[in-house]
């Protein structure tokens, strides 16, 4: 990792061109994670491009504890936090008849035939209070407490909004999966 440790320095130092490595080193890695916590292409980049702007102006704030890009990425999730919160009244459901953890009826391999782009778009559709709590929880692997404190909700509120994204995923899922074997079939 010399060559990032130089390449940080010429970003601390204002250098455009570190910054352009800097940039498109990471830029697709954390594009993705952009991904997860969007509605559409248009606001993932937009969060991309919010998130690189933090990075390249708290860079002095990395202090070489634990990982460069882990460093990078929190900022990017915390960039589409802010986002959320500042676009979408997150609804306070406290309601434990929606906790349901498991997508019954699907196994373990229909997850195989499908692709990766095809379980981001179903992320991307579902509903921004839902999205969140999903990727927060599923993809991040934050806790409950943790996510009410992130998103200001309660932990019942997190447990019904994870609990809805899941359905509504297992929905898409199956569709997705009924069309693929009447087509295959």
């Given at each position: 990792?010399?060559?990032?440790?130089?390449?940080?320095?010429?970003?601390?130092?204002?250098?455009?061109?570190?910054?352009?490595?800097?940039?498109?080193?990471?830029?697709?890695?954390?594009?993705?994670?952009?991904?997860?916590?969007?509605?559409?292409?248009?606001?993932?980049?937009?969060?991309?491009?919010?998130?690189?702007?933090?990075?390249?102006?708290?860079?002095?704030?990395?202090?070489?504890?634990?990982s460069f890009e882990g460093w990078m990425r929190r900022i990017v999730v915390n960039t589409a936090l802010e986002r959320h919160r500042n676009r979408y009244y997150l609804n306070k459901v406290d309601d434990p008849g929606y906790m349901n953890n498991t997508l019954?009826?699907?196994?373990?391999?229909?997850?195989?035939?499908?692709?990766?782009?095809?379980?981001?778009?179903?992320?991307?559709?579902?509903?921004?209070?839902?999205?969140?709590?999903?990727?927060?929880?599923?993809?991040?692997?934050?806790?409950?407490?943790?996510?009410?404190?992130?998103?200001?909700?309660?932990?019942?509120?997190?447990?019904?909004?994870?609990?809805?994204?899941?359905?509504?995923?297992?929905?898409?899922?199956?569709?997705?999966?009924?069309?693929?074997?009447?087509?295959?079939?």
């Amino acid at each position: 990792m010399p060559e990032l440790k130089k390449i940080l320095k010429g970003c601390l130092a204002g250098n455009k061109r570190d910054q352009e490595l800097l940039y498109r080193r990471y830029s697709s890695k954390l594009y993705g994670v952009s991904l997860q916590y969007s509605g559409s292409y248009d606001e993932a980049r937009d969060v991309l491009q919010e998130s690189f702007i933090k990075i390249f102006t708290s860079l002095q704030s990395f202090h070489g504890k634990g990982s460069f890009e882990g460093w990078m990425r929190r900022i990017v999730v915390n960039t589409a936090l802010e986002r959320h919160r500042n676009r979408y009244y997150l609804n306070k459901v406290d309601d434990p008849g929606y906790m349901n953890n498991t997508l019954p009826g699907m196994e373990a391999d229909d997850f195989e035939t499908m692709e990766s782009e095809d379980l981001l778009n179903f992320i991307m559709e579902l509903p921004p209070k839902y999205r969140m709590v999903f990727n927060l929880y599923a993809i991040e692997g934050y806790s409950h407490k943790e996510i009410s404190a992130m998103l200001g909700i309660s932990q019942g509120t997190s447990k019904s909004n994870l609990s809805r994204a899941r359905a509504i995923l297992q929905k898409k899922v199956e569709k997705h999966l009924g069309i693929k074997k009447r087509m295959n079939g």
